[in-house]
């Protein structure tokens, strides 16, 4: 019984179709001719007469072919080889740098990461015809994208669609790397920035081999922020051209201070800067994720305020209720000849058209056409007539947006300074706005009374923000420092009551903070922003800024360079084949010359 | 191959024939007492000369009238009257009847003519076509159709084997006389031994050549199958034009040997090529071989 037939290769069975091929080889192929010779022994004597010329070279042959012999049967019997090096296959790691720094963009504008992943791509077809090949992201850590395959192709789908980048460039988990998979691997990462100093001995001794890719522009970035109450101190590193910090209060830049980088700058936080401003570094370079910084400043109280006045001040009152800063239920008003004992209990004393016989009781005062024997500005009152400003320090926060052509003064009296008085706008008859302090006063001086009758400046839209801008300033002077500028990524400790989740301004929540290892605190996000920690109007805020962040970027590598070799190792290779090979060549040579040509 | 007799020896030929005279003194030997004197002395009725008597002599030759007069013993001479003997000697091997028996024809139609002018003369004419013929002989003008009858029948086959053909021919007691030798002499040296039998056995010999030029000829450029006609054994060759070439020389080299061997044994020797007129050939070879006086 004939048992059934499989083939594992059916296809093969269609070059069946090669048989009729043959057969028309055949009949078409050339034929000899027939031809009939009177004495065929002419013909074997001019054949062999021809071949006879040729017969010295085939003996000659014959001899070196039986010379040739014998020497290879020798040589066979001594079982030769040889050893030489060649490259060994192995297994490649290709660690690609997917952290933060490599959004930054090079001279042209792409993002350094495109040329990350285009050098990884080459590494990975040079990696696959060595051997196999495992491809890791450096982001956070080393992280596994594709495990050992000699399948290029799925390396490089791997590659396609990387994600965004994002997370620190964790150097010491490379070290680590070689550690878990031995010394016979060999490591590729891609990179364009060059390793901190501290792991470049490590990195060497683990025979990590660093790939540049791309070339990022210089750039620079904020690296730490201290706070005080007054203003904040900055630390720009990285490189490149001279730079502009800049203070932006909803967009609109309020201070801006020069700055180089590599160095420290102090910038101060004006009174207006409102509870979140933002320090930007400008113009915009290569990396401007961290350009930009954040701040939480501490909400205001409301000020209550006690006026002291002993006619009606309706332009002030109907001020009062307008402003969002004055705590209308909390401030008052008196008389002049009540208004000491009170003091301490409001945050700024406005004196309107007053001249106090004693000295001020220490505090805050804004002074409305008013005085007081201590101060460094006195006025004459017998003086009165009309004035005109003439001199005005515009960048002032009192006077900013006050329009001064627009000031017309018709009765004021004329005053004059002494030392000690800082003098905002002068008047045609003296200081006409000023600011001082004494050891226990701190004043700012309107030398015009807020009424209709003698100036244009209750009538002058800027004049609530100048008594604001005052108020504030006055206030502000034992303001706190408010929250200090966190680093993404870096730890947040939690206060009794807090939960590890943060708001966004919308109030959106984001996902629960991770608890670092050694319980030490929670992972803030990488993302920079203000936060709320927690969903209520009294939730602490938090400011977080891309501050020395481990991903950003580093100074790019000096090298480039492709893959190494895997050791190279010895082989011994036998010759016996090849000797054999050349021993039935040989012996079938001398049978042919024999036999069929004829040897002397 | 069937040949008519008129395609050997036409009538008008044969009467041009008639006026030539064999030359019988190249005869070293016919039958005795023929009808053709000889320079060579014997016994016949033709009176030569006298000599002087030497002892030996047959006395009834002894002049007797002389003796008388001169006192001296004189011994009468007589011309020997002789039939003189051709033998015509045609190879008919597969080598001649090539390109439909050219060679075979030709060496027929001059053998014809040689052997038309040996009857006419009284000559007893052998014809032998060898291989495989003895050859019957033709003794006087009245046979001379039958011995175109002979040549006539003849075909081409078999390989020429030529001293055994030969010693066939001429067996012992046979006289000698006048051998022509009719063939292309393709063959390894046995030519040359049996010209030198002959010359042995006595014969003038003449050979006569048949050459056809398309023998040393072929087609370069083609695988060829080389048959012998002859013997049947081939050869596988690719002929380019260095090989026709030399092909062609050594067929006029072994011309050239043929001749050789002729000469250095004394045997005359005419090429005669197959387009050559058979007529003018004839009397031109019987001339020049001084056949005919």
């Known amino acids: ?600 | 191959m069937a040949r008519r007799r008129s395609e050997l020896l036409d009538v008008e030929f044969l009467s041009r024939l008639e006026r030539l005279e064999l030359n019988v003194r190249k005869l070293s030997a016919g039958d005795r007492r023929g009808e053709v004197a000889t320079r060579r002395r014997g016994v016949g009725t033709l009176f030569r000369d006298y000599r002087a008597y030497v002892v030996g002599d047959d006395p009834r030759f002894i002049d007797w009238n002389a003796y008388l007069r001169l006192d001296d013993l004189q011994v009468k001479e007589f011309e020997a009257e002789e039939t003189p003997r051709l033998l015509v000697l045609v190879d008919r091997s597969a080598s001649m009847g090539l390109r439909e028996e050219a060679k075979l024809d030709q060496a027929l139609r001059l053998a014809a003519a040689i052997g038309a002018v040996g009857l006419i003369r009284h000559a007893a004419v052998t014809c032998t076509l060898f291989p495989g013929d003895e050859g019957p002989t033709f003794r006087s003008r009245g046979s001379i159709l039958r011995f175109l009858e002979h040549l006539a029948a003849t075909e081409a086959r078999g390989a020429a084997r030529f001293l055994p053909s030969f010693q066939a021919a001429t067996p012992p007691g046979r006289g000698v006389g006048i051998a022509v030798v009719l063939s292309d002499f393709f063959d390894t040296g046995q030519h040359a031994a049996a010209l030198r039998f002959l010359r042995h056995k006595g014969y003038v010999t003449h050979a006569l050549h048949l050459v056809d030029p398309r023998d040393g000829r072929v087609r370069p450029g083609e695988l060829l199958e080389l048959v012998d006609v002859e013997t049947g054994r081939m050869l596988r060759q690719r002929v380019d034009r260095k090989l026709a070439a030399a092909y062609r020389g050594a067929v006029a080299e072994h011309f050239r040997t043929v001749e050789r061997t002729c000469r250095s044994l004394q045997v005359f020797y005419a090429r005669v090529d197959i387009e050559d007129p058979v007529e003018r050939a004839v009397v031109d070879l019987l001339r020049r071989g001084a056949m005919v006086g």
């Open chain 1, 1 to 600: 019984m004939i048992p059934e037939i499989q083939f594992t290769d059916p296809a093969w069975l269609d070059a069946l179709w090669g048989l009729p091929v043959i057969v028309v080889l055949y009949v078409i192929r050339r034929r000899a001719a027939r031809v009939l010779v009177p004495h065929l022994p002419i013909w074997e004597g001019v054949l062999e007469r021809m071949r006879s010329r040729r017969r010295w070279m085939r003996t000659l042959l014959s001899i070196l072919l039986q010379l040739a012999i014998f020497t290879t049967a020798i040589l066979l019997l001594t079982g030769p080889y040889t050893e030489h090096d060649v490259e060994s296959e192995g297994h490649t790691v290709i660690v690609v740098d997917r952290s933060l720094g490599v959004r930054a963009r090079n001279a042209d504008g792409v993002p350094v990461s495109e040329a990350v992943l285009a050098q990884a791509r080459e590494l990975v077809v040079q990696a696959s015809a060595s051997g196999s090949a495992s491809l890791a992201f450096l982001q956070d850590g080393v992280r596994a994208r594709v495990t050992a395959t000699n399948d290029a192709e799925n390396l490089l789908a791997a590659l396609e669609d990387p994600g965004a980048p994002r997370g620190r460039r964790d150097w010491g988990a490379v070290v680590g790397l070689r550690v878990a998979i031995g010394p016979a691997s060999r490591i590729a990462v891609v990179t364009p920035f060059a390793p901190r100093p501290e792991f470049e001995d490590r990195l060497r001794d683990a025979q990590v081999l660093v790939v540049r890719a791309g070339n990022p522009a210089p750039q620079a970035g904020v690296v730490r922020v201290l706070r005080d109450a007054d203003g904040a101190k900055v630390s720009v590193a990285g490189g490149g051209p001279d730079r502009r910090l800049v203070l932006r209060r909803d967009g609109d830049a309020i201070a801006d201070v020069a700055v180089k980088p590599g160095s420290d700058v102090w910038i101060a936080l004006p009174a207006d800067a409102g509870p979140s401003p933002e320090l930007v570094l400008e113009p915009e370079d290569g990396f401007p994720d961290d350009d930009r910084v954040p701040l939480v400043l501490p909400e205001r109280q409301r000020i209550r305020v006690l006026v002291v006045s002993d006619t009606p001040t309706p332009w002030l009152d109907a001020w009062f209720k307008a402003s969002v800063v004055i705590d209308v239920a909390g401030s008052s008003r008196t008389r002049s000849s009540q208004f000491r004992e009170w003091v301490d209990d409001y945050d700024v004393t406005i004196l309107v058209d007053d001249q106090q016989e004693l000295p001020l009781p220490p505090g805050r005062y804004v002074l409305l056409g008013s005085g007081a024997p201590d101060l460094p500005v006195s006025r004459d009152l017998r003086r009165i007539g009309p004035s005109e400003p003439i001199n005005t320090r515009r960048e002032d926060p009192l006077v900013r947006a006050l329009d001064l052509s627009r000031w017309q003064i018709t009765k004021v009296a004329r005053t004059r300074a002494r030392d000690g008085l800082e003098v905002i706008v002068d008047g045609s008859t003296g200081p006409l706005v000023s600011r001082g302090t004494t050891d226990d006063v701190r004043f700012v001086d309107i030398a015009v009374r807020p009424e209709p009758a003698d100036s244009t400046l209750p009538l002058l839209a800027a004049f609530p923000l100048m008594l604001e801008a005052a108020l504030v300033e006055l206030v502000a002077l034992e303001r706190e420092a408010g929250p200090p500028v966190l680093a993404a990524g870096g730890t947040l400790a939690l206060l009794p009551g807090e939960e590890p989740i943060l708001f966004t301004a919308s109030g959106a929540a984001l996902p629960r903070l991770a608890s670092l290892p050694d319980g030490t605190g929670f992972r803030l996000p990488e993302r920079p922003g203000r936060y709320w920690l927690g969903d209520t109007d009294d939730a602490r805020r938090i400011a977080v800024a891309l501050l020395d962040h481990p991903g950003r970027p580093a100074a790019p590598l000096t090298v480039q360079r492709s893959l190494p070799p895997f050791p190279e190792r010895s082989v011994r290779v036998s010759l016996r084949w090849a000797l054999l090979w050349v021993l039935a060549g040989a012996l079938a040579l001398e049978w042919w010359l024999w036999n069929v040509r004829g040897v002397d």
